[in-house]
């Protein structure tokens, strides 16, 4: 089975801080998402990653950049947090191309205060 | 510019009942590909099933069926004789192409299963 981890389940930052969120798949899947989801918002795209080193902006990018350095890892990270980035973010990963499915892990629920 | 409505926020049914969540989607893309997720309150999204765009055959799985209607451009799951365990948000979700492009993601159908 397609495992993806995420490094926390709860997080809580103070405004301001850097913040960083770390997914690992172990599938050996090419693409990497990071999304967020909001009561009432439904899941929104922040960022992917089709390959090592790189990446795309999604719908709501302003505010995280992300990172991948290795095929298996691909990291959200919030420069400078701000409450209005308190949300539950969850991490994806898919094989690179067709109509496959993409399996999500567990989510991170960041508390900004 | 790719969209998906779930029109339901919230439903409540007696366990046993029939229910169907409706989902609506708009694209431009004569390829693309529908997905129905499910997300329980341990809140991991769990995929239930992927059509794409070519194929309008009808799906049943167990107690889920899946009606796709191009011709309205809707989605919608039903679930039979429900039971508490169904209780869960359930979510509609759009990819168009075969790229590596994110879901477009439906606000979410929150469903309740009263024992």
């Known amino acids: 089975d397609v495992k993806v981890t995420q490094s926390s389940r709860y997080l809580v930052k103070r405004t301001g801080e850097k913040v960083f969120l770390e997914c690992v798949q172990d599938?050996?899947?090419?693409?990497m998402f990071w999304y967020r989801q909001d009561p009432g918002l439904g899941l929104r795209l922040i960022y992917f990653?089709?390959?090592?080193?790189?990446?795309e902006k999604g719908d709501i990018p302003e505010g995280y950049s992300v990172s991948r350095e290795k095929k298996e890892r691909f990291s959200l990270i919030l420069e400078s947090a701000s409450t209005n980035q308190t949300s539950m973010y969850l991490c994806?990963?898919?094989?690179?191309?067709?109509?496959?499915?993409?399996?999500f892990g567990p989510g991170t629920r960041l508390t900004v205060t | 510019a790719q969209k998906v409505t779930q029109a339901q926020t919230e439903i409540s049914v007696v366990e046993k009942e029939d229910v169907t969540l409706d989902c609506v989607y708009e694209t431009r893309d004569t390829t693309y590909y529908l997905f129905w997720y499910k997300q329980p309150p341990s809140g991991e999204l769990v995929f239930l099933i992927r059509r794409n765009s070519f194929d309008e055959q009808n799906e049943i799985s167990g107690r889920y069926s899946w009606n796709f209607q191009k011709s309205t451009s809707s989605f919608n799951f039903t679930i039979t004789a429900s039971q508490v365990v169904d209780s869960a948000v359930y979510f509609c979700?759009?990819?168009?192409?075969?790229?590596?492009?994110?879901?477009?993601f439906g606000k979410g159908t929150h469903l309740i299963i009263q024992p």
């Open positions: 599938m050996d899947h090419e693409n």
């Open positions: 979700a759009l990819r168009a192409g075969g790229g590596a492009d994110g879901l477009t």
């Open positions: 990653s089709y390959d090592v080193k790189m990446k």
């Open positions: 994806a990963s898919s094989p690179p191309r067709g109509p496959n499915e993409q399996y």
